[in-house]
């Protein structure tokens, strides 16, 4: 397993961190444009949110599906499952 996504192989994250290892067929600019309207500035506060995501280990939205496909509470499932089953 690569130690950080710049080493991944197939990662498109160096295309948002540097220009030079930009690929035609990505629209950089519509993930960049989410941090800063500054080309420069969006790739660090992109770079920054990754490294954060990695150190924090956010947990996984999907280990809470419920019936398997539903994100959702128990509450929530109960008050509608007539309605989607």
Not at 21 to 35: Q, V
Not at 51 to 75: H, Q, T, V
Request: no cysteine; glycine share 4%.
């Amino acid at each position: 397993m690569a130690k950080s996504p710049i080493h991944y192989e197939w990662s498109s994250f160096p295309g948002y961190v540097y220009k030079k290892k930009r690929e035609d067929w990505i629209a950089y600019g519509t993930i960049l444009s989410m941090f800063n309207a500054e080309n420069q500035k969006a790739a660090f506060s992109y770079q920054k949110y990754v490294d954060m995501g990695i150190k924090e280990r956010i947990s996984s939205p999907f280990k809470d599906l419920k019936e398997s496909i539903l994100l959702s509470s128990e509450e929530f499932i109960h008050s509608k499952y007539v309605v989607i089953s």
